[in-house]
């Protein structure tokens, strides 16, 4: 089935490989603008959303979940897939934030927006900085266990620069939060 974009986007014809709740593998066939054709597997992904949880004191809070595909735990921001197509990211990073955290934000900021791994996938996520927080309970999933813990600005200083933050979106958005900050 050819789909057409917007002005300068190739036509493609898409053959799905395997739709999950999540993602949806498809190989497509797409002339690049050197005029090419070329079959590419593409994963078509939601979107989702990040969020820098910030305190008074600057301290960013981090969780560390068991991830299966970076084979263990890792610090990560609390994020989410959007729920639909039309749910807002600045509502998903909020949901997320009180589902994983228990905490509520009072002002939520967009800091940006990031497409995680364009080589093959299309998911686009949007991140943000959450202030003005108030702690409520954590709800989170059945299948998410989670640990949460207040880095200080040092410690987060530390965390990029010693490696134990490795994931995408926490360290860009950790890196544009420090960036503000200084």
Not at 1 to 13: D, E, I, L, Q, T
Not at 55 to 62: F, I, K, M, N, T
Not at 74 to 91: F, M, R, T
Not at 98 to 111: N, Y
Request: include cysteine; aromatic fraction near 6%.
């Amino acid at each position: 089935m050819p789909s057409g974009g917007a002005a300068g986007k190739s036509f493609r014809v898409s053959r799905q490989i395997y739709k999950g709740r999540i993602v949806d593998l498809r190989v497509e066939r797409v002339t690049l603008p050197n005029g090419h054709a070329v079959d590419l597997e593409l994963m078509h992904h939601p979107g989702a959303s990040a969020v820098a949880a910030v305190d008074e004191a600057r301290q960013v809070v981090l969780i560390r979940q068991y991830r299966h595909a970076a084979g263990g735990y890792i610090w990560e921001l609390p994020a989410g897939v959007l729920a639909s197509a039309d749910e807002a990211p600045a509502d998903c990073a909020a949901r997320e934030l009180r589902e994983e955290t228990g905490l509520v934000a009072g002002e939520m900021r967009q800091l940006g927006t990031i497409f995680t791994t364009p080589g093959f996938c299309d998911e686009r996520m949007w991140l943000f900085r959450a202030s003005g927080l108030t702690l409520g309970i954590a709800q989170p999933e059945a299948d998410e266990r989670i640990e949460m813990r207040w880095f200080t600005p040092a410690e987060v200083d530390a965390a990029l620069a010693d490696g134990t933050v490795c994931e995408g979106k926490t360290l860009v958005a950790l890196l544009m939060e420090q960036r503000r900050r200084d």
